[in-house]
């Protein structure tokens, strides 16, 4: 199953082990960190929003217009951010590493 790390808010890392298939923001969710994904993985907020580390920026499918548009939504944007909702993981992405951004902005509320 491949890895995930999690760079914490509070700068702490977490590895978490998923099977093929599930989303950075399902795994990060069914582990208990602190990624809300209000809209459920619909793209519809920004609220799994994830920095990916820069080793591994590259290996991701390109974001797509929408996700684009929806990341412009999220607190603290920055060039490697991405939706966890939209990178599905593999065993080619066994290792990613995606830190927490500091707070979430919930246009659902």
């Known amino acids: 199953m491949p890895k995930i ?3 914490e808010r509070d700068g702490s890392h977490r590895d978490v082990e998923v099977p093929a298939g599930t ?3 399902e795994a990060g969710r069914d582990h208990g960190l602190d990624i809300e994904g209000a809209c459920e993985g619909a793209m519809a ?3 799994c929003h994830v920095i990916v580390d820069a080793d591994w920026y590259d ?3 390109p974001a797509s217009e929408d996700e684009e548009d929806m990341l412009d939504l999220a607190f603290g944007l920055t060039k490697r ?3 966890g909702c939209q990178i599905e993981m593999t065993d080619e992405l066994d290792g990613l590493t ?3 951004p500091k707070d979430v902005r ?3 509320l």
Do not use: D
């Open 5 to 7: 790390t999690f760079i």
């Open 23 to 25: 989303s950075v923001m």
């Open 45 to 47: 907020c920004s609220t």
């Open 59 to 61: 290996k991701l499918e």
């Open 81 to 83: 951010s991405r939706l």
């Open 98 to 100: 995606v830190a927490l």
């Open 106 to 108: 919930n246009m659902l």
